[in-house]
Nanobody, 114 residues
């Protein structure tokens, strides 16, 4: 079992920056890739960024604005979000991919509004 706890998020004005982090605990040795997904009201959950042995992968909508990183010593994955837009407003979920399944955090709200 893997537990994921997100932190960060909040309210930011358009053009601003925000960072969210996700700490993993439990069977962290089983984690391969980690990533961030988001879900806006009335929309399906979508991939934002992933980081694994194959490298980093970003959704086209966030390329050049968001950066995913990972500190393996702390079992933590980060998402730095710059040049935020109102359409980035969503609940952001951390995920961890293991050979026994995918684990999700509880989500953290990011709201971009003036």
């Amino acid at each position: 079992q893997v537990q994921l706890v997100e932190s960060g998020g909040g309210l930011v004005q358009p053009g601003g920056s925000l960072s969210v982090s996700c700490a993993a605990s439990g069977s962290t040795f089983s984690i391969g890739a980690m990533g961030w997904y988001r879900q806006a009201p009335g929309k399906q959950r979508e991939m934002v960024a992933t980081l694994g042995s194959g490298g980093k992968n970003y959704a086209d909508s966030v390329k050049g604005r968001f950066t995913i990183s990972r500190d393996n010593a702390k079992n933590t994955v980060y998402l730095q979000m710059d040049s935020l837009k109102p359409e980035d407003t969503a609940v952001y979920y951390c995920c961890a991919f293991t050979n026994t399944g995918t684990y999700w955090g509880q989500g953290t709200q990011v709201t971009v509004s003036s």
